[in-house]
């Protein structure tokens, strides 16, 4: 059963606009960690943002920030103020349990940005 | 530079040969892994290390193997059982049990079976 599901396969948003990447989880561990990356056409994984189970406040890096709702077990990628680089893969990520360093990945959202 | 370093970039081989794909880090991370990555698939996890002498099978682990018999390497043989081994390659590794464990990945490897 898959666990990431990322419902949108590509996006097209206007340069300079917040856009929102859509990812939910499936697990019954109380504690797990979210991660989203970024894979330009280069092919290389880029980290971007992480939240954990416990954190409270939801995650924000830079023009990344991460809306956390638990209840409904989602972890949507926001990204404020578009840019021509944020062109790219978008993949979402989980850590299920405190012993187990097993991470599966969603199958991506490909975001283009338009000028 | 402390990173990972897959080799070789590009590979191609004939159907029925065993390939072995390199994956070293010098990061001083426990944890090492092998992902595969197809278009429309995202990363499926092939195998997992958590420490030296140890792995475990992800979600895909059918027609590969894998070894840790050093923390800073994780090789993976693609081998002639795989039915289709045409594919991305990505090693990554992580710190465990503290932090975020984030992995950190390497630039990957491609595969061609012809």
């Known amino acids: 059963a898959q666990k990431i599901t990322q419902t949108q396969p590509g996006m097209f948003v206007q340069e300079k606009e917040a856009v929102t990447l859509d990812c939910t989880y499936d697990t019954s561990d109380q504690s797990y960690g979210l991660f989203w990356y970024k894979q330009p056409s280069s092919g290389e994984m880029i980290f971007l943002i992480y939240q954990g189970s416990y954190d409270e406040q939801n995650a924000t890096e830079g023009r990344y920030s991460l809306n956390f709702q638990k209840a409904r077990k989602s972890a949507n990628l926001v990204i404020s103020a578009s840019q021509l680089g944020d062109s790219a893969m978008y993949f979402c990520a989980m850590r299920e349990g405190d012993r187990d360093d097993k991470i599966i990945f969603g199958k991506g959202t490909r975001l283009h940005i338009l000028p | 530079d402390g990173g990972i370093t897959q080799s070789p970039k590009y590979l191609f081989r004939k159907e029925g040969q065993n390939v072995t794909l390199s994956c070293e880090q010098n990061?001083?991370?426990?944890?090492m892994y092998w992902y595969r990555q197809d278009p429309g698939q995202g990363l499926r996890l092939i195998y997992y290390?958590?420490?030296?002498?140890?792995?475990q099978k992800g979600d895909i682990a059918e027609g590969y193997s894998v070894s840790r018999e050093k923390k800073e390497s994780f090789p993976l043989t693609v081998t002639s059982a795989q039915k289709n081994p045409t594919a991305f390659y990505l090693c990554?590794?992580?710190?465990?049990?503290?932090?975020?464990?984030?992995?950190?990945f390497g630039e990957g490897s491609r595969l061609t079976v012809l």
């Open positions: 290390s958590q420490i030296v002498n140890d792995f």
């Open positions: 990061l001083n991370h426990d944890a």
């Open positions: 990554a590794s992580s710190h465990s049990g503290s932090g975020t464990g984030e992995l950190f």
